[in-house]
């Protein structure tokens, strides 16, 4: 039995279905999780069913799992009509899943640009489509289109990473793809969101890059530490609640500050013997 929530009342999001791709791990698994703590059905997605198989187990009978590779347009629609099948309907989809990995912009070959941007990019685009015109956009009992919430995970800092050209050009286009969306389809009462995450502690984060670079990140965070995976599952929940109805087309950054991060402060040349910042004198 999945834990209540420690934010939220227990049937926020009771009746809803959400789809959650990368469900299977990390930020994706906290999400599904937290959703499931507070009613919601779950479907999660994912090229492995292993970690399918154990955030299903940790969550309970209203998490259902499915393989889907996002990045092949066939495996995404195969994937929606099942979960339509299941469930009849989806109210929010978040797509979750992606990744990169770290290089020198001059040594990332064509090959690796596109792996990257295939699956940030094209990916969250195949699920956004096909979940949209197969379950927001086609008209409910009432003769209107059902509508639907997409949220999708982008990258702090805005200003890009070093070392990942390809997934800060990508989840820049995805940032875009939201806001355009958020025009397009508001006909459809389509909510379309990003939350553009900073440097969080989950397991691949720890262990897939440089250990050096890993210490390092928490000095980069103005306040201090990385972010919890509940801390992104809480702002899901919350845009997917009757409380983010009116969000529409906006970059959510949630980052601790690291994307406005200028180094440490007080700096040198700016504090006092103390290290206090300095502040000008009142005029007399
Ligand atoms: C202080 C600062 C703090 C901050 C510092 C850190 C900030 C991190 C912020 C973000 C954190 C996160 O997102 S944490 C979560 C990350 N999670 C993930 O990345 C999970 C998903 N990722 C993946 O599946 C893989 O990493 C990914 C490469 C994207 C896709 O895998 P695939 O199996 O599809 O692809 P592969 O077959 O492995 O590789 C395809 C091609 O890509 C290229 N390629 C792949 N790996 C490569 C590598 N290591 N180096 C070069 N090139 C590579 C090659 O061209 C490969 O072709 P060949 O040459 O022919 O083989
Ligand atoms: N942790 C962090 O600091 C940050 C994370 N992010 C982003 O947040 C998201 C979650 O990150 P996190 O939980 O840390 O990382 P994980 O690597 O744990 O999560 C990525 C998930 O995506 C799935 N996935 C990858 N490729 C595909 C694919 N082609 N089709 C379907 N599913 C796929 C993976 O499962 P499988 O391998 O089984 O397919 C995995 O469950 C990612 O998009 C990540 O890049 C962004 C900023 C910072």
């Not at 969080?200 to 984060?205: A, H, L, M, P, S």
């Amino acid at each position: 039995m999945v834990a209540p929530s420690r934010i939220f009342a227990p049937d926020l999001l009771a009746g809803q279905v959400i789809v959650v791709s990368g469900g299977g791990t990390g930020l994706g698994r906290a999400a599904a999780l937290e959703l499931v703590a507070l009613g919601a059905e779950v479907v999660v997605c994912g090229r492995r069913p292993e970690p399918l198989e154990e955030t299903v187990a940790l969550a309970g009978e209203r998490c259902r799992a499915r393989v889907c590779d996002i990045r092949e347009e066939d495996d995404v629609a195969a994937f929606v009509d099942w979960t339509l099948e299941q469930h009849g309907r989806i109210d929010t989809l978040l797509n979750n899943a992606g990744g990169q990995f770290l290089a020198p912009a001059e040594s990332i070959t064509p090959k690796g640009f596109r792996t990257v941007t295939r699956l940030n990019l094209d990916g969250t685009w195949l699920m956004t489509h096909a979940v949209a015109t197969k379950a927001f956009i086609p008209a409910g009992e009432d003769g209107r289109a059902r509508g639907g919430k997409v949220i999708s995970v982008t990258l702090s800092p805005h200003n890009g990473l070093p070392g990942m050209v390809h997934s800060s050009a990508a989840r820049a286009g995805v940032e875009t793809m939201m806001a355009e969306l958020s025009t397009e389809w508001a006909r459809f009462g389509i909510r379309c969101n990003a939350i553009a995450a900073g440097q969080f502690g989950t397991e691949v984060f720890m262990t897939k890059y440089p250990q050096e670079m890993v210490a390092a990140a928490a000095g980069q965070v103005p306040l201090g530490r990385l972010g919890r995976p509940e801390e992104f599952a809480w702002l899901v929940a919350y845009l997917a609640s009757p409380a983010g109805d009116w969000f529409s087309g906006a970059t959510l950054t949630l980052d601790g500050g690291r994307d406005h991060h200028v180094g440490p402060w007080p700096i040198e040349g700016s504090r006092d013997a103390e290290g206090r910042p300095l502040q000008e004198a009142r005029r007399a």
